[in-house]
């Protein structure tokens, strides 16, 4: 992992060793049976935490539904024990199936939504299932004890043994968590989550991603679904599919902090203990105190520190290490590029066939064809609502055109899904940057070199190299959300190039750039031409774009006014006039 | 199911629905104008509604409203007066809470604050439902009037085989609840007010170049749309009893019928409550009656899957 708080694999291994012995310890000396059951309850609240983390923490898709997934797991494992005598030994590993089963259902269609449409959404899951349950007349199961053979049922006199059980259930998430967060999963989950369509640019697949997140957050809070029946022995439909389930799960998560393999695990520490003594002391005099204490931490959490404690503390902490020095040998990456460029024609290897796009009577895009050769530099320009970014949204598969064709390579690529096109070779910028902003710079440029990599490793040095493509090695490990314009336009070609692109889409990348800083950013754009690399970059001033392209085409109200090399274009009256209007060229002529 | 049983079900199911469906259109207008207009996520609004009905409770009883108007129409007045006392809870709780995640402080935050709103109010939630618990104790109360237990008879019809039964109680709740939908449509679309809040929804900065105090005006907003939900809540009061948890179905049936109607509408929210008050009790000719509110759900999850946009809006795309 890169950024620079995340500890050390061994290191974290370490600690999760560490905590584990030290609470296994503490379960073996406490004797009373109500303290020794609050500590097997914090570890299935911190499962559920984890849980809810994998998938909202990392992918920020807020789930209200949780009690979904542990209400099930929870009647599996009684329902199996009680129909077919199955031991909860084989019955919280299938709750965990029918969790992972119940979220991969949940997800496909949910996830077509986003925002609080999700979070409302998953809300209903639980509360529909609820009712279905009260029908089906399990008001309340009890798990039958097995006298003759109760440790094949998971029944144990000594209930240390189900702290230790609980201890391990929620060992394994952390392991499982922090194999998430190291590998591409926990990159593309939070690429995700900071800006989702620039993600599917890059080339994540995201659906794929986040229905992988959802069955494995299932998996996780049916199995402590399941066992938290083990251990209350007493499932009913609004213990285990309540409102309180869920809201606890991220209550959790939140508090302790989101998309952090410890904060699930902090926020259970605190506030599972903290609910139950004031429930077991106050609970007759106030009986929905547990509720009450889980409702305060959360509103306190988002008054105090909106973004969760651990993120506050972690941005306040990264914003005294912005000096960190480049990672050693990043330079060496950087390519000898010749300075001369070949003006010469190459085939062609990108073709838009007329294309059109309409959004209700407004005619976006209009019947335009456009060929770009091998290692050409061809400038759009057009005013403003001339069609320049719907044409790129048409090419890159944010769009589908109404009809035409999009040829790469002699193959049709219109109306694929951005990943797709992004891993046939189409990289892009946006008009309006849109890095990760929370990610560091090296982290941007290594989402946007999965598509083409086989391995982490190799994502990481086509993402190392793509940096020194643009000058950016330096800043590997600052966070995006720190740099200037024009990094954060340096940065946007990085993550577009660490895909190893056959063509780049560039929007408006001069826009709102200094004289000076124009200059820088063409120098790196003519350099990639060079190295074979296609490129399209729209523009809406004409000024810089005449020192940098090999072609114009000209773009007005959606169709394609001119077409040519740059010293026709800027003479061409048709042009002038969409541009300046008439009376400019009267003026002028 | 003999071809008339089914007819007289039928038309017992659909008056039911229009009748209840009445009280749920007007607790979603209520709902409308936080996340229809102002596009703020109140989850605390069934909540609100729960606290609604407990002042008509204690209204009903401990002021006296029962004494003064007595049993038959003295629910509907303790229902009214849950208006003005909630809309004054709804601002404080704005002021204190809701205006840090909302407006121009809530546009510095993620997805323009709609997580922190949701678990804000999520938060609100479960201290309104458990302190509800402690304050309000958990065995469910009624100040149903005589009026619900009593019903004209419609018929009999073709032959003597079909009678229909309106609820006497619930019809008058459903006039009450269609006078306040009105009112509060009139108050919108015509009143100095009204449009002020509209224009401080629509598009804050401008509104404040024009004048206006938008703070104020979001705060007045909340009240009122928690206020007009507490009155659907008391009028659902004067013929069912409930309990603290009780919000949290109505979420539900609010949302889907907010967005049924189209966000931003306040007269489509009112037909998106209508329908899921049908929805609900047509369901009951195929389904169980416990399974009214799985219904729902599903409805409202066929809803936002099919048609976010709701039955009256139009799509709009942005990438």
């Given at each position: 992992?890169?950024?620079?708080?995340?500890?050390?694999?061994?290191?974290?291994?370490?600690?999760?060793?560490?905590?584990?012995?030290?609470?296994?310890?503490?379960?073996?000396?406490?004797?009373?049976?109500?303290?020794?059951?609050?500590?097997?309850?914090?570890?299935?609240?911190?499962?559920?935490?984890?849980?809810?983390?994998?998938?909202?923490?990392?992918?920020?898709?807020?789930?209200?539904?949780?009690?979904?997934?542990?209400?099930?797991?929870?009647?599996?494992?009684?329902?199996?024990?009680?129909?077919?005598?199955?031991?909860?030994w084989l019955g919280i590993p299938g709750a965990a199936l029918v969790g992972a089963i119940a979220g991969l259902i949940v997800g496909i269609p949910t996830f077509r939504l986003r925002g609080h449409y999700?979070?409302?959404?998953?809300?209903?899951?639980?509360?529909?299932?609820?009712?279905?349950?009260?029908?089906?007349?399990?008001?309340?199961?009890?798990?039958?004890?097995?006298?003759?053979?109760?440790?094949?049922?998971?029944?144990?006199?000594?209930?240390?043994?189900?702290?230790?059980?609980?201890?391990?259930?929620?060992?394994?998430?952390?392991?499982?968590?922090?194999?998430?967060?190291?590998?591409?999963?926990?990159?593309?989950?939070?690429?995700?989550?900071?800006?989702?369509?620039?993600?599917?640019?890059?080339?994540?697949?995201?659906?794929?991603?986040?229905?992988?997140?959802?069955?494995?957050?299932?998996?996780?809070?049916?199995?402590?679904?399941?066992?938290?029946?083990?251990?209350?022995?007493?499932?009913?439909?609004?213990?285990?599919?309540?409102?309180?389930?869920?809201?606890?799960?991220?209550?959790?998560?939140?508090?302790?902090?989101?998309?952090?393999?410890?904060?699930?695990?902090?926020?259970?520490?605190?506030?599972?203990?903290?609910?139950?003594?004031?429930?077991?002391?106050?609970?007759?005099?106030?009986?929905?105190?547990?509720?009450?204490?889980?409702?305060?931490?959360?509103?306190?959490?988002?008054?105090?520190?909106?973004?969760?404690?651990?993120?506050?503390?972690?941005?306040?902490?990264?914003?005294?290490?912005?000096?960190?020095?480049?990672?050693?040998?990043?330079?060496?990456?950087?390519?000898?590029?010749?300075?001369?460029?070949?003006?010469?024609?190459?085939?062609?290897?990108?073709?838009?066939?007329?294309?059109?796009?309409?959004?209700?009577?407004?005619?976006?895009?209009?019947?335009?064809?456009?060929?770009?050769?091998?290692?050409?530099?061809?400038?759009?320009?057009?005013?403003?609502?001339?069609?320049?970014?719907?044409?790129?949204?048409?090419?890159?598969?944010?769009?589908?055109?109404?009809?035409?064709?999009?040829?790469?390579?002699?193959?049709?690529?219109?109306?694929?899904?951005?990943?797709?096109?992004?891993?046939?070779?189409?990289?892009?910028?946006?008009?309006?940057?849109?890095?990760?902003?929370?990610?560091?710079?090296?982290?941007?440029?290594?989402?946007?070199?999965?598509?083409?990599?086989?391995?982490?490793?190799?994502?990481?040095?086509?993402?190392?190299?793509?940096?020194?493509?643009?000058?950016?090695?330096?800043?590997?490990?600052?966070?995006?959300?720190?740099?200037?314009?024009?990094?954060?336009?340096?940065?946007?070609?990085?993550?577009?190039?660490?895909?190893?692109?056959?063509?780049?889409?560039?929007?408006?990348?001069?826009?709102?750039?200094?004289?000076?800083?124009?200059?820088?950013?063409?120098?790196?754009?003519?350099?990639?031409?060079a190295q074979g690399i296609t490129i399209v970059i729209i523009e809406h001033t004409m000024q810089a774009m005449v020192r940098l392209v090999d072609r114009f085409v000209v773009l007005n109200e959606g169709?394609?006014?001119?077409?040519?090399?740059?010293?026709?274009?800027?003479?061409?009256?048709?042009?002038?006039?969409?541009?300046?209007?008439?009376?400019?060229?009267?003026?002028?002529? | 199911?003999?071809v008339a049983q089914f007819t007289e079900n039928f038309l017992q199911a659909l008056i039911a629905g229009l009748l209840t469906g009445s009280i749920y259109g007007l607790m979603c207008v209520g709902l409308?104008?936080?996340?229809?207009?102002?596009?703020?996520?109140?989850?605390?609004?069934?909540?609100?509604?729960?606290?609604?009905?407990?002042?008509?409770?204690?209204?009903?009883?401990?002021?006296?409203?029962?004494?003064?108007?007595?049993?038959?129409?003295?629910?509907?007045?303790?229902?009214?007066?849950?208006?003005?006392?909630?809309?004054?809870?709804?601002?404080?709780?704005?002021?204190?809470?809701?205006?840090?995640?909302?407006?121009?402080?809530?546009?510095?935050?993620?997805?323009?604050?709609?997580?922190?709103?949701?678990?804000?109010?999520?938060?609100?939630?479960?201290?309104?439902?458990?302190?509800?618990?402690?304050?309000?104790?958990?065995?469910?109360?009624?100040?149903?009037?005589?009026?619900?237990?009593?019903?004209?008879?419609?018929?009999?019809?073709?032959?003597?085989?079909?009678?229909?039964?309106?609820?006497?109680?619930?019809?008058?709740?459903?006039?009450?609840?269609?006078?306040?939908?009105?009112?509060?449509?009139?108050?919108?679309?015509?009143?100095?007010?009204?449009?002020?809040?509209?224009?401080?929804?629509?598009?804050?900065?401008?509104?404040?170049?024009?004048?206006?105090?938008?703070?104020?005006?979001?705060?007045?907003?909340?009240?009122?749309?928690?206020?007009?939900?507490?009155?659907?809540?008391?009028?659902?009061?004067?013929?069912?009893?409930?309990?603290?948890?009780?919000?949290?179905?109505?979420?539900?049936?609010?949302?889907?019928?907010?967005?049924?109607?189209?966000?931003?509408?306040?007269?489509?929210?009112?037909?998106?409550?209508?329908?899921?008050?049908?929805?609900?009790?047509?369901?009951?000719?195929?389904?169980?009656?416990?399974?009214?509110?799985?219904?729902?759900?599903?409805?409202?999850?066929?809803?936002?899957?099919?048609?976010?946009?709701?039955?009256?809006?139009?799509?709009?795309?942005?990438?």
């Open positions: 992992m890169s950024t620079p708080l995340a500890v050390g694999w061994r290191r974290q291994a370490l600690l999760i060793a560490a905590f584990a012995l030290a609470y296994g310890l503490l379960a073996a000396f406490v004797e009373h049976s109500y303290y020794l059951l609050i500590l097997t309850v914090v570890p299935v609240w911190a499962v559920m935490g984890l849980a809810w983390n994998l998938l909202s923490g990392y992918s920020g898709f807020v789930s209200f539904g949780h009690a979904a997934f542990f209400g099930l797991g929870a009647y599996f494992v009684a329902l199996a024990q009680i129909h077919w005598g199955v031991s909860p999700f979070a409302l959404a998953m809300l209903a899951y639980p509360l529909a299932l609820l009712y279905v349950f009260e029908w089906l007349g399990y008001q309340e199961l009890a798990l039958p004890m097995q006298r003759d053979h109760p440790v094949a049922y998971m029944q144990f006199e000594d209930h240390r043994i189900y702290v230790w059980l609980a201890l391990a259930l929620m060992i394994g998430a952390m392991v499982l968590t922090s194999l998430v967060e190291r590998s591409r999963f926990g990159m593309s989950l939070v690429a995700i989550r900071e800006d989702e369509a620039a993600a599917e640019a890059a080339g994540i697949r995201t659906l794929a991603w986040k229905l992988r997140a959802i069955t494995l957050s299932g998996a996780l809070a049916g199995a402590s679904g399941g066992f938290y029946a083990v251990v209350l022995l007493v499932v009913t439909p609004p213990a285990v599919f309540g409102m309180l389930v869920s809201a606890q799960a991220l209550i959790v998560a939140m508090f302790g902090g989101v998309a952090t393999l410890w904060g699930p695990v902090i926020g259970a520490l605190v506030l599972v203990p903290l609910s139950e003594f004031l429930h077991a002391r106050l609970g007759n005099v106030i009986p929905g105190i547990q509720g009450v204490v889980y409702g305060i931490a959360i509103v306190a959490v988002i008054l105090l520190a909106p973004e969760g404690v651990f993120w506050k503390v972690k941005d306040m902490v990264l914003r005294r290490r912005v000096q960190t020095p480049a990672l050693a040998g990043l330079g060496s990456a950087s390519v000898e590029v010749p300075p001369v460029r070949n003006n010469s024609p190459g085939a062609v290897v990108f073709e838009v066939r007329n294309a059109s796009k309409a959004f209700g009577g407004l005619r976006a895009v209009r019947d335009i064809s456009i060929k770009v050769a091998q290692g050409e530099i061809l400038g759009i320009i057009g005013p403003n609502g001339a069609g320049k970014t719907t044409l790129f949204n048409l090419l890159n598969g944010f769009l589908r055109p109404d009809q035409g064709q999009i040829l790469l390579g002699g193959k049709d690529i219109a109306g694929r899904r951005p990943y797709e096109i992004c891993a046939a070779g189409v990289g892009r910028t946006f008009q309006v940057v849109r890095p990760f902003r929370r990610m560091s710079v090296l982290d941007n440029a290594l989402v946007g070199a999965y598509v083409n990599a086989a391995s982490d490793s190799q994502a990481r040095a086509a993402a190392e190299q793509a940096l020194a493509q643009v000058g950016l090695q330096d800043q590997a490990q600052k966070l995006a959300g720190t740099l200037s314009n024009k990094q954060l336009r340096l940065l946007e070609i990085a993550r577009a190039l660490a895909g190893k692109p056959r063509l780049l889409l560039l929007d408006e990348t001069l826009a709102g750039l200094g004289a000076g800083e124009v200059e820088e950013v063409i120098a790196v754009v003519r350099k990639l031409a169709a394609l006014l001119a077409e040519g090399l740059p010293q026709d274009i800027t003479r061409d009256s048709a042009v002038i006039d969409a541009y300046l209007g008439k009376r400019w060229r009267v003026a002028n002529a | 199911m003999s409308s104008v936080i996340f229809g207009v102002m596009r703020v996520i109140n989850f605390a609004h069934g909540d609100f509604m729960m606290l609604g009905m407990y002042v008509a409770y204690y209204a009903f009883g401990l002021l006296g409203i029962h004494a003064v108007f007595g049993a038959t129409i003295g629910p509907y007045v303790a229902a009214l007066i849950a208006g003005p006392v909630i809309f004054v809870a709804g601002v404080v709780v704005h002021r204190l809470l809701i205006s840090r995640v909302t407006g121009m402080r809530g546009s510095t935050l993620q997805s323009e604050g709609h997580y922190a709103q949701l678990i804000l109010t999520l938060g609100l939630a479960l201290i309104l439902q458990n302190g509800g618990l402690y304050v309000f104790g958990s065995t469910p109360v009624s100040i149903a009037t005589p009026l619900a237990s009593n019903a004209w008879a419609l018929g009999p019809l073709h032959g003597d085989r079909i009678e229909v039964f309106v609820n006497q109680g619930q019809t008058v709740a459903a006039v009450i609840a269609v006078a306040v939908v009105l009112a509060f449509v009139m108050i919108m679309s015509r009143s100095r007010l009204g449009k002020s809040l509209r224009a401080a929804a629509d598009n804050p900065e401008a509104a404040t170049y024009m004048g206006i105090d938008v703070a104020q005006s979001h705060r007045l907003a909340f009240g009122f749309g928690v206020a007009i939900t507490a009155i659907g809540g008391g009028l659902l009061a004067s013929g069912t009893s409930f309990q603290p948890y009780v919000g949290l179905e109505y979420v539900i049936v609010m949302y889907a019928g907010v967005v049924l109607g189209g966000l931003g509408s306040v007269s489509g929210a009112f037909f998106g409550g209508l329908t899921i008050g049908l929805v609900q009790q047509m369901s009951t000719l195929f389904l169980p009656n416990q399974l009214q509110n799985t219904a729902i759900f599903v409805v409202f999850l066929f809803i936002v899957l099919l048609r976010p946009q709701g039955l009256f809006g139009t799509a709009m795309r942005r990438t």
